[in-house]
């Protein structure tokens, strides 16, 4: 990949320079999803959903397939919108009225289960690639590093696990070392949201326990809403579960809790 397309790339993750819209969180919830329905073709993938996140938390959402986990995440990143309902960031910038492109920019970051990094170039360059701020072309490709520039990318780094590898051409990555720089991707852009699917499909154990790991450390400073279907990499860093079922909430609460609901034992979690 050239850098031309690594940055046109960049470009529609970041939503381009425009400013973002202030966010409210004094209510202590970032997330609000009320009523959410969608229907394709009849089938209804949303069934009056109602989703809140609080800020600074770690939620896990679970359930089966077709439970509507990611339509769910598609709502809120403006790539479907509902039939019905609402979905607020914070207590003022309404979802529904932005695009993609801003939505990213207003702080939701989104890491799909298939890592997207650009292979060709540095685990170092797709962090400053990726960085949020001025996205012009010519800041891009010619503008030096200021040092609080390269402060950042070396603090996520540091986050991330990958000091080490900051030289290393992202392509020769393992599977799990480019989803935790995927990530990395994201908080350069400063996201007040993450939204992480499946992020430790076909990792290795020990990878799985990194990821863990950097989940956990992650929550606090931002909000994390993790989708997964390991259900023993749930427990390891579960502090809140949801568990969707046909389009709504099933159940929620601590892992333990929703684990012993008859309901979802019946429909999800069996023996």
């Not at 400013?19 to 949303?46: Q, W």
């Not at 993790?226 to 502090?239: K, L, N």
Request: net charge negative; aromatic share 6%.
């Amino acid at each position: 990949m050239s850098v031309t397309e690594a940055f046109a790339r960049v470009l529609s993750r970041s939503g381009g320079s425009s400013r973002a819209p202030t966010l409210d969180t004094s209510h202590n919830i970032v997330l609000y999803l009320e009523d959410i329905s969608v229907s394709f073709d009849g089938f209804k993938a949303l069934n009056s959903l109602n989703l809140y996140i609080e800020a600074g938390e770690l939620r896990c959402i679970i359930g089966p397939n077709g439970a509507g986990k990611t339509t769910m995440m598609d709502v809120i990143t403006g790539k479907t919108r509902p039939d019905e309902g609402s979905a607020w960031f914070g207590q003022t910038i309404d979802l529904l009225r932005l695009t993609e492109p801003e939505i990213a920019k207003a702080g939701i970051g989104r890491k799909f289960q298939k890592p997207t990094v650009f292979g060709s170039h540095t685990v170092f360059e797709n962090l400053e690639l990726a960085m949020a701020g001025d996205k012009s072309v010519w800041k891009i490709l010619f503008a030096r590093l200021r040092a609080e520039q390269i402060a950042r990318i070396e603090e996520v780094l540091e986050t991330i696990g990958l000091k080490d590898h900051r030289q290393v051409l992202a392509g020769g990555l393992s599977h799990g070392q480019k989803q935790w720089l995927e990530i990395g991707m994201l908080l350069m852009q400063d996201p007040e949201l993450l939204l992480v699917d499946e992020p430790v499909a076909g990792m290795t154990p020990q990878e799985t326990e990194h990821t863990a790991e950097l989940l956990v450390g992650l929550a606090g400073k931002r909000s994390v809403v993790v989708v997964e279907h390991d259900m023993e990499f749930v427990r390891s860093i579960a502090r809140t579960v949801t568990v969707l079922h046909q389009g709504s909430v099933l159940a929620e609460g601590s892992m333990q809790e929703v684990q012993n609901d008859p309901k979802v034992v019946e429909v999800y979690l069996g023996d």
